[in-house]
């Protein structure tokens, strides 16, 4: 029980508690043989006891202060010290990704490089598809026929017969594209004028009928072997001994398979496109109206039928009705074979 605490305690209780507690002292030195009295009176320690009570109170207050002002400058610390860790994962979390933004700036520039290599490439190739789109533009023209007309009367014709591959052009929907597909969609083009025009050529009757031959009379005016008279001849006299195999020049369907008149035994093919090719003074005739034949096919032997001054075969290539000559056919055949 403390004096100041106790309300219960009167103050002269106080005070005669305090009496009982800090009595006057005596402290009696002795020191070389002589004695020394120190008074110690109540009031002195009172002092000094509340000196000691205040001293201990300050030094537990500071300790604790002490402690509580490290844990906080603890706490702080590893505030500090997660910051920074945060921080550097921040920082090194950048440097990777600078590493791959720059892996992937490499990866672009390697792309655009093998586009450029590529668009090289392709234009290369778009070139020689020119070029042969070209070569067989001039077949065609040798034969004195219009390239484009025939390419389209080609592709109007019977599809059963195989139509060329005609895909929407890339260049049509011409859209967002890199340059690298705007060439391949320049080439893809070129390839498809190929196509359409190697398809046209192969209805044209590029080769002679006879494997072994000899022409005996050209196509156009001559004077008639008959009657002697000029005479406007629409295909041309080819000689081989009697019974030769004769060749269908391109393929087709059989539209006239008989006698014809002053034609003797006569063979008429067409060819679609407006392209028809005739045979006559023919000995046997080996097919029938109707008959789908393909190149090269064995349509009937050589004769000497009709009005004939010996065994030959006549031979017409007619385009829409009208007789062309058939050895522009021929040689424009000549030129595609060398070329092959
Ligand atoms: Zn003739």
Known sequence: ???????????????????????????????????????????????????????????????????????????????VSRARAAYDDVLSDLAARQREVDALAGDVARLTEMQETGRGAVRILSERAARFVADWEQVIARTGLDARELV??????PKASGGPFLPARASDDDGERTPLERDL???????????????????????????????????????????????????IDLIAPLKSPIHAT?????????????????????????????????????????????????????????????AHLHYEVRVNGKPRNPMKFIEAGRYVFQKQ
């Open 1 to 79: 029980m403390t004096c100041s605490g106790s309300v219960t305690v009167s103050r002269g209780g106080c005070r005669k508690w305090l009496g009982g507690v800090f009595r006057d002292r005596q402290i009696l030195v002795r020191t070389a043989g002589r004695i020394y009295a120190f008074r110690l009176g109540r009031k002195l320690q009172l002092a000094l006891c509340c000196s000691v009570v205040a001293a201990g109170a300050w030094t537990a207050f500071a300790s604790s202060e002490y402690f509580v002002q490290k844990r906080s400058l603890t706490a702080r610390d590893h505030q």
């Open 152 to 157: 389209a009367a080609v592709a109007d014709g």
């Open 185 to 235: 969609a320049h080439f893809e083009d070129r390839l498809d004028e190929l196509a359409s025009l190697r398809h046209a050529i192969s209805r044209l009757p590029l080769t002679v009928p006879l494997d072994a031959y000899a022409v005996s009379s050209g196509f156009g005016r001559r004077r008639d072997p008959i009657n002697k008279k000029l005479a406007r001849h629409e295909g």
């Open 250 to 310: 391109a393929p087709g369907v059989v539209t006239f398979a008989g006698k014809n008149g002053k034609y003797g035994n006569f063979v008429e093919i067409d060819h679609g496109a407006g392209l028809k090719t005739r045979f006559g003074h023919l000995g046997k005739v080996l097919v029938k109206k109707g008959q789908k034949v393909e190149f090269r096919h064995k349509i009937a032997l050589l004769g000497n039928t009709g009005r004939s001054t010996g």
